[in-house]
């Protein structure tokens, strides 16, 4: 390991893990935490590390050398570990956010809210950074879907909403360069896929890719909120169906700047979709 490291917080993770990867690939020193590292794979030229960003305990230690710092959303007192971490040194870090802390409707629930407060306590510390902005991800499908594409039949609430899906490599990739260059560090930047697309849009190009019909169930509000997944806070999948009832179909933002940072065009969802397939 250099005596100069990116330490990627949330290692374990979708997003994080990818970013630990991104980083190794182009031959920077990584080191990637996680608050338990049994089993937590880790590429070469990166270093695995036990942190828990709510008790920084071994903060000092994890970020001795750290040059940079990818910071993974993580509800709670942030204050002890941002503050050793501007102790450490850390020149730059780079914040995952979510839209939802600006957008209409989400921005004054409690995503919005619970982002609002992480963004605020890294910009308390001093520490300089960039809020970065993923449109919505295409993991979510996986997530949300996963059981009723097996089945052929997708439920969900106001299948009109539209979205603008995003590649998780895209996000990985834009996170590196902004860990390791800084021509495009800024306050903040915002990331989408290259399109809008529909709620029932996105599970037709499911089952394009999977060759197989899939049908979607419109539910109202009331049933999607009664079949809610029990991992999912009420009051945050509450402020998701406020935002598709709201927004309805009108387009979902679209943005250049993946093409912009890493000089290809965004990867488009059916990429996505057939890079991770054999996830259903």
Not at 42 to 58: K, Q
Not at 193 to 215: C, F, K, N, T, Y
Not at 250 to 279: I, K
Request: proline share 6%; glycine share 8%; no cysteine.
């Amino acid at each position: 390991m250099s005596d100069h490291h990116v330490l990627v917080t949330g290692a374990r993770g979708n997003i994080g893990s990818r970013v630990v990867r991104a980083l190794a690939a182009a031959g920077h020193a990584v080191r990637a935490s996680a608050r338990d590292t049994a089993g937590l794979a880790v590429p070469d030229g990166a270093e695995a590390v036990r942190l828990d960003l709510l008790d920084p305990t071994g903060a000092e230690a994890a970020l001795d050398g750290a040059r940079a710092l990818f910071l993974y959303p993580t509800f709670g007192d942030l204050t002890g570990f941002l503050d050793a971490a501007v102790k450490a040194g850390v020149e730059h870090a780079v914040l995952l956010s979510s839209p939802a802390a600006y957008e209409p409707v989400e921005h004054d629930g409690p995503i919005g809210a619970a982002h609002q407060a992480i963004e605020r306590a890294v910009r308390d510390s001093g520490l300089a950074h960039t809020v970065l902005y993923p449109s919505w991800l295409g993991s979510n499908v996986f997530r949300d879907w996963a059981d009723g594409v097996r089945a052929g039949r997708v439920s969900i609430a106001f299948p009109e909403w539209r979205i603008n899906p995003i590649h998780l490599g895209d996000v990985a990739e834009v996170a590196a360069e902004l860990l390791t260059r800084d021509r495009f560090r800024g306050r903040r930047l915002d990331i989408t896929g290259p399109a809008s697309l529909s709620q029932r849009e996105a599970v037709d190009a499911i089952a394009a890719e999977l060759g197989r019909p899939v049908e979607v169930e419109e539910l109202t509000r009331g049933e999607a909120l009664a079949g809610r997944p029990a991992w999912f806070p009420e009051a945050m999948f509450d402020s998701l169906l406020s935002a598709a009832e709201t927004l309805g179909d009108t387009p979902a933002p679209v943005t250049n700047n993946v093409e912009r940072v890493l000089g290809r065009p965004a990867r488009t969802f059916a990429q996505w979709l057939r890079d991770e397939r054999d996830s259903f």
